[in-house]
């Protein structure tokens, strides 16, 4: 695990992730507490895209794929799968004090519709801890299916673009990517937004499913 | 363990006919592959790796075909070491072998004690806490090589390991992979014709990915003898013209004008004497003949 570490969070990553949410938390306004989510699912969704893109492909960069098709497709499962559940629990931290981050520097109020702050940062934890699992994955699984960290990043740009939009809102309605940014937010009641993360949930499941196999192929 | 290739042909994306209908058997030992940059020497490995998949031909080891449902129990007797590899930067040594090492399946323990030996070896006990990205090019390479070796493999194939070596370190890894190659198969591809003298009994000869020669070191050393010659001219000028009409394999100033070592089926019509043919003589002898 501490080897792992080492290779997926070298000092720049870390550097650029933790600039990335507080510059955001600075630049991004919000006047009461129920915008801070929507604030930062979807930036944050293009922060773990970038930032997941070579969890392996940087072993294609640096010619050890050579090396590593000869290792257990265990293993290797074993290792991208650390390499990502490492990266996502930091984005998972940075997602967490960039909410904290926009109570210090933006001062939101309650808005009235909201009842319980505590349920409402519950509800945006579990959104987002979807959110960077399933970027997380999508981008490794493309960029290791097209053997390049760009190809992966611009197909995730590209979902990202077609779901986080008043078209991809109306066409996908709670069965969306960002379900939780386009929620009612002045109805607390509403939950189906749940729906879109449940889905996107088990896509990102089936696409670990699929990764031996993109192992086996493309790594 | 034995490697057979059977009329291998590997033609890129881009229409390059990489290796072209070669026939190869590779015995137990240490077995030298030769041949100028972009002959197919990597191209070659990287089939035997499973990297690159062959448009036609087969190639078996140990009489395991090289077919997707082999290539899990294929991968694991292989250890390899690239031409071109950058290890974890951010890792020390001790800690990118460890890894390593356990990618590969070697048991932590075990893993210790094949690391000491080979870092022993290698001369790199005293950098083992240094980060990877603090070594300098031979050391790296030098780790490369200690990564191909931990898991013991039967078939070791290794890419210009040599490169980038002072003398000293060149001729430990020499004996190192002679050592290695007792009842394995050690691949050993440079273009280096020095190393091979120093270690193979067999090699191959590869150019524009046909194999020119295949079989022992002193048969092919044999083919040069009664063709070499050393030659003696007065300027510059005068060489030219030899050079024009002879391949020359060294040239030195001395007194009195240049030498020119020559390789000629006949004597120079020149100031010449006859000398007896070294590995890189005979090496240049046959490929040039293909030329």
Redesign the interface.
Known sequence: MKKETKIVLPFYKIAYGVFFVIILSLIRGVTYTYEVGIAIEAPLAILTTVFCADTYVQEIISKRSEIHILYPIKRRFCSIMERIVIQEVFLLVLAIAGYGLFFLFQKPITHPVTENETIQFAAYSFAITITIFFWGILVNTLSMFFRNMWMGIGGCLLIWLITNSGGGEKVFGAWNLFSYTFRDIENAADITWLYGKALYSCIGLILIAILPNIIRKRG | MSIQIKDLTVIFKNGVTAINHADLEIPNGIFGLLGENGAGKTTLM?VL???LKPVSGTVTLDKILYSEGNY?KI??K???L?Q?????P??TLQ?CL???G????VPKAECRKRMEYYLEKTSLVEHRKKKMKQLSGGMKRRVGLV??LLNEPEFLIVDEPTTGLDPEERIRIRNLLVDFSENRTVLFSTHVVEDLAATCNQLAIIQKGSFLYAGSVKDLAEKAQGKIWICKVSDEEKAREVECQYRITSKQYVEGGLQLRVISERMPELECVPVPGTLEDAYIYVTSQER
Request: aromatic share 10%; net charge negative; charged share 30%.
């Open positions: 990287r790796t499973t990297v899990e991968q694991r292989i250890g390899y690239p071109e590899i950058e290890l974890y951010n890792l800690e460890e890894y390593m356990d990618l590969a399946g990564q191909a």
